[in-house]
């Protein structure tokens, strides 16, 4: 007898088994990665979602804290095959649902073929299919997350020194990726993190070298802040961003983004740079995408469906990314990014000096 369900906006209820009780309720996506359940289960950009894993063991390697991409566990909830009792015990302890022994496959197929959708979920021995469907029914569309940024950024400015500390970056935590921080310090950077609503003038004391805006989750349309700032110092100070950060950066310098039917998540996303003709293979996390680039030029494709993944503008010193090359936990093809740009920041400084 099953005893939890997952209640679906087109109707549908499926019945699982629950592995880590509650109710609650988000937006349905789904994962391709076989591999990183630590990382996709902490990653910031999954707030207010219900994550299904395509691949159908998770957990077959244990919980590692140093995997981790954030302090906790970031979906409202999780759906696999199979659940092995690490993560199942990891879930239940942070107080996250987590439900398997229902067809995923049924589930990617539905959300591929319908979008992202509303999401029930009610697990435990209580648990009822009319708890499912009355939690889904609450279920708020990604836009009306109006403040997702208070749920997933600090809120005082820290600081992650690194060993030389060439360079000062800026970076806006509208949900950062742990890995996005030590990308940075372990090549000399000392970077600032500052909460997703800090002023110009937050950015202005730290006196950064370059302006980086971080991942997260939701529409970004709704961080007003975080574009009011890029707006004061773009062609001032070099200006990077990676997921989110780069939807920010566009919409804030004349662009437009919008939502995607079911988003790119996953670790096997080819890319194509234009300049080069390469194709890398990526780690992607986002529901959004650039629709209009407003000045920057597109540097790199997707080659699945042609949307964006690379941005930049020599007269602007901007460069972005709508994957994310800290890769954790890979594959590692694009690492190369934050070495561009510190090698940004210091021509930057450079020409300025000349």
Request: hydrophobic residues 35%; proline residues 6%; glycine residues 8%.
């Given at each position: 007898?099953s ?12 019945e ?7 109710r ?26 219900v994550?299904?894993?395509s691949?159908?063991?998770i957990?077959?390697y ?23 009792d ?11 649902p ?14 591929r ?14 648990a009822t299919?009319e708890?499912?469907v ?39 935590d ?7 921080i030590s990308s ?14 800090a002023?110009?003038?937050d950015?202005?004391?730290v ?28 062609g001032?100070l070099p ?26 998540r ?10 080069t003709d ?16 407003g ?16 941005l930049?503008?020599e ?7 709508q ?11 694009s ?10 920041a ?9």
């Amino acid at each position: 007898m099953s005893d939890a369900y997952i209640a679906l906006a087109d109707g549908r209820v499926l019945e699982a088994r629950a592995r880590a009780p509650g109710r609650t309720r988000g937006e349905l996506v789904f994962t391709t990665a076989y591999t990183g359940y630590e990382e996709s289960l902490t990653d910031p950009s999954y707030a207010e979602q219900v994550l299904t894993f395509s691949y159908p063991l998770i957990g077959n390697y244990g919980v590692r804290t140093e995997r981790f991409e954030s302090e906790s566990v970031q979906p409202r909830a999780a759906i696999a095959r199979e659940l092995t009792d690490d993560v199942a015990d990891w879930l239940a302890e942070e107080g996250v649902p987590a439900v398997d022994h229902v067809d995923t496959r049924e589930i990617v197929t539905t959300v591929r073929e319908e979008g992202a959708m509303a999401c029930g979920i009610a697990a435990g021995p209580d648990a009822t299919p009319e708890d499912a469907v009355e939690e889904m029914e609450a279920c708020k569309p990604m836009s009306d997350h109006v403040d997702i940024g208070a749920q997933v950024s600090v809120t005082e400015p820290t600081v992650h020194e690194s060993a030389d500390g060439d360079v000062d970056v800026a970076l806006l935590d509208c949900g950062a990726k742990g890995s996005i921080i030590s990308s940075l310090t372990e090549r000399g950077a000392d970077v600032h993190v500052l909460p997703y609503d800090a002023t110009p003038e937050d950015v202005a004391a730290v006196d950064p070298d370059v302006l980086f805006v971080s991942n997260g989750p939701g529409d970004p349309e709704n961080f007003v802040a975080a574009q009011e700032v890029v707006d004061e110092f773009a062609g001032d100070l070099p200006l990077a961003g990676i997921c989110l950060g780069q939807q920010v950066i566009t919409s804030a310098l004349g662009g437009s983004t919008e939502k995607m039917a079911f988003g790119h998540r996953g670790v096997n996303q080819p890319v194509k740079d234009l300049r080069t003709d390469k194709v890398v293979m990526t780690t992607q996390n986002h529901g959004y995408t650039v629709a209009d680039t407003g000045p920057l030029e597109v540097t790199q494709v997707n080659v699945n469906d042609d949307t964006v993944e690379g941005l930049d503008s020599e007269e602007l010193d901007v460069i972005t990314r709508q994957y994310h090359p800290e890769a954790n936990p890979g594959p590692h093809d694009s690492l190369g990014f934050f070495d561009e740009v510190l090698d940004l920041a210091t021509s930057s400084r450079r020409v300025a000096a000349d």
